[in-house]
């Protein structure tokens, strides 16, 4: 019933930038919290980012704080993660998450909090 769709990764340089873009369906996402986890080969999904209806401020883990930027579009009930500066660290399968917990500025939850999941979209962050 629901359903989340997320676009937009590519092949970029190092210092480049891109534009994520999560839809999702059977659900608004006003009322809901919306996430961005990412995972590289080999290694653990990491949560990103994370915007809900509360009045606190979005979460942003310390590896992405001040280059990425994630903000809604409710009347097209989209999500968007605005990457700035990549490193070729930020290269991993991107996920859009939803949920309808709240997320707070300094506590995301985990990947085990969020139900609904896209099924990923590729950055890769050439050198």
């Known amino acids: 019933q629901v359903q989340v769709v997320e676009s937009g990764g590519g092949l970029v340089q190092a210092g480049g930038s891109l534009r994520l873009s999560c839809t999702a369906s059977?659900?608004?996402?006003?009322?809901?919290?919306m996430a961005w986890f990412r995972q590289a080969p080999g290694k653990e999904r990491e949560g990103i980012s994370c915007i809900s209806w509360t009045v606190d401020s979005p979460y942003y883990a310390d590896s992405v704080k001040g280059r990425f930027t994630i903000f809604k579009d409710n009347a097209k009930n989209t999500m968007y993660l605005q990457m700035n500066s990549l490193k070729p660290d930020d290269t991993a399968m991107y996920f859009c998450a939803a949920d309808l917990h709240a997320c707070y500025s300094t506590d995301m939850g985990r990947e085990i909090d969020f139900e609904y999941w896209g099924q990923g979209t590729q950055v890769t962050v050439s050198s």
């Open positions: 059977g659900l608004t996402i006003d009322d809901s919290s």
